[in-house]
């Protein structure tokens, strides 16, 4: 009898925890909350994610919520700490009680979160990372946005291969997105048979600039892929400026180009970006013409941005299964509508969900910066 009713508490106890999150849904309110990357070198760029995503909650907000609920989202700094990160998470769910986390960014912070959202049972919806290790089989907590890294490498060594690139250069900053991306990296490269001339490294505690420009500079390489964001992307391409090597630079949707205009500025020009966006300049793409009105309505001299851009999308979908789900909102009816929702279209961008697969999108085109700092895909 005893060992009956334990182990009737200890359902009741596993209950209780799958269905923590559900306490962030009220009769007036559904509650998000994210722990991001807010100061550092990828702060900026983090923040513009923010910013895209509050244009959205603002908008539908204003016109009366969700079936009534008005969303909130809150966000705590992890500075591109995993153990923060954690901490951050921890807080969010246990204490301010969120539905759900929305957008979280990094690949080694949403690594070291998985284990919270299977102990809560909180749905992280839109993580700000392609990692493949988080696309394999399915988390049932954890809903992808963003086409996966692979995605984006496989079309850089596709158009490498095509244009007849033979020394190919490998930069990465020494840390959970750089050794993600290495990994992608050499996949793509033993597949089509494009060996890598060299795989620079810097410290991100310490970088070193000036010895990964020489070490790039002695391989001389027609292309580098740049496996890192933020301010370390500039810097680098400053200092292989300084040397006589004139590779062409592709890099990751990861890479803010407001950062990289403003940093470069006219040097900017000619780096390709592979994007796992629509481009702002088409207007005619349903979730384009309705971020750039929503933009200009609210700050008519604001302008577009690619990561603010992205935010609005993840923000845009979350709303999309929040509507489709109904009043009768939970962690497992979210997860229903959306394993059933098949192909969720805003134009040229579409992701798809079902049990089998939370992978979001895999939508990613090629960019390249022109002479006015603009992306031209």
């Given at each position: 009898?005893?060992?009956?009713?334990?182990?009737?508490?200890?359902?009741?106890?596993?209950?209780?925890?799958?269905h923590?999150?559900?306490?962030?849904?009220?009769?007036?309110?559904?509650?998000l909350?994210?722990?991001?990357?807010?100061?550092?070198?990828?702060?900026?760029?983090?923040?513009?994610?923010?910013?895209g995503?509050?244009?959205?909650?603002?908008?539908?907000?204003?016109?009366g919520?969700?079936?009534?609920?008005?969303?909130?989202?809150?966000?705590?700094?992890d500075?591109?700490?995993?153990?923060?990160?954690?901490?951050?998470?921890?807080?969010?769910?246990?204490?301010?009680?969120?539905?759900?986390?929305?957008?979280?960014?990094?690949?080694?912070?949403?690594?070291?979160?998985?284990?919270?959202l299977?102990?809560?049972?909180?749905?992280?919806?839109?993580p700000?990372?392609?990692?493949?290790?988080?696309?394999e089989?399915?988390n049932?907590?954890?809903?992808?946005?963003r086409?996966?890294?692979?995605?984006?490498?496989?079309?850089?060594?596709?158009?490498?291969k095509?244009?007849?690139?033979?020394?190919?250069?490998?930069f990465?900053?020494?840390?959970?997105?750089?050794?993600?991306?290495?990994?992608?990296?050499?996949?793509?490269?033993?597949?089509?048979?494009?060996?890598?001339?060299?795989e620079?490294?810097?410290?991100?505690?310490?970088?070193?600039?000036?010895?990964?420009?020489?070490?790039?500079?002695?391989?001389?390489?027609?292309?580098?892929?740049?496996?890192?964001?933020?301010?370390?992307?500039?810097?680098?391409?400053?200092a292989?400026?300084?040397?006589?090597?004139?590779?062409t630079?592709?890099?990751?949707?990861v890479?803010?180009?407001?950062?990289?205009?403003?940093?470069?500025?006219?040097?900017?020009?000619?780096?390709?970006?592979?994007?796992?966006?629509?481009?702002?300049?088409?207007?005619?793409?349903?979730?384009?013409?309705?971020?750039?009105?929503?933009?200009?309505?609210?700050?008519?001299?604001?302008?577009?941005?690619?990561?603010?851009?992205e935010?609005?999308v993840?923000?845009r979908?979350?709303?999309?299964?929040?509507?489709?789900?109904?009043?009768?909102?939970?962690t497992?009816?979210?997860?229903?509508?959306?394993?059933?929702?098949?192909?969720?279209?805003?134009?040229?961008?579409?992701?798809?969900?079902?049990?089998?697969?939370?992978?979001g999108?895999?939508?990613?085109?090629?960019?390249?910066?022109?002479?006015?700092?603009q992306?031209?895909?």
């Amino acid at each position: 009898m005893v060992r009956k009713w334990l182990g009737m508490c200890a359902w009741m106890m596993a209950a209780v925890a799958a269905h923590a999150g559900d306490e962030g849904v009220t009769p007036t309110e559904i509650r998000l909350g994210a722990s991001q990357v807010l100061s550092g070198p990828l702060g900026p760029q983090t923040l513009q994610y923010g910013e895209g995503a509050r244009l959205m909650f603002d908008a539908v907000n204003a016109a009366g919520g969700v079936h009534g609920r008005k969303i909130s989202f809150t966000t705590l700094d992890d500075g591109f700490d995993p153990k923060r990160a954690v901490e951050n998470t921890r807080k969010l769910i246990g204490e301010q009680k969120v539905f759900m986390l929305f957008n979280s960014s990094g690949t080694a912070q949403t690594a070291a979160v998985l284990p919270l959202l299977k102990e809560s049972g909180t749905i992280l919806f839109g993580p700000v990372t392609g990692a493949s290790s988080m696309r394999e089989g399915v988390n049932p907590h954890l809903f992808h946005v963003r086409a996966s890294y692979a995605n984006e490498t496989e079309r850089i060594f596709s158009q490498l291969k095509q244009i007849g690139v033979t020394r190919v250069a490998f930069f990465y900053q020494d840390d959970g997105l750089g050794k993600t991306l290495l990994g992608e990296v050499k996949k793509a490269s033993a597949a089509l048979n494009l060996p890598l001339a060299a795989e620079i490294k810097v410290d991100p505690a310490a970088p070193d600039f000036a010895a990964a420009a020489a070490a790039t500079a002695q391989v001389n390489p027609q292309a580098v892929i740049v496996g890192t964001a933020g301010l370390t992307f500039p810097q680098y391409v400053k200092a292989v400026g300084t040397t006589a090597a004139r590779p062409t630079f592709y890099g990751y949707s990861v890479a803010s180009l407001d950062v990289i205009n403003r940093e470069l500025k006219d040097k900017a020009r000619g780096i390709i970006l592979a994007q796992i966006m629509p481009s702002l300049r088409n207007a005619t793409i349903p979730v384009v013409a309705e971020y750039l009105k929503l933009l200009k309505d609210k700050s008519p001299d604001a302008a577009p941005s690619a990561s603010q851009f992205e935010g609005f999308v993840h923000a845009r979908l979350l709303v999309e299964g929040l509507r489709r789900t109904g009043r009768d909102l939970s962690t497992a009816s979210f997860t229903r509508t959306l394993e059933s929702a098949g192909e969720i279209a805003f134009g040229r961008f579409t992701a798809k969900y079902s049990p089998k697969s939370h992978n979001g999108s895999d939508y990613v085109e090629l960019a390249i910066i022109d002479g006015q700092g603009q992306l031209r895909y």
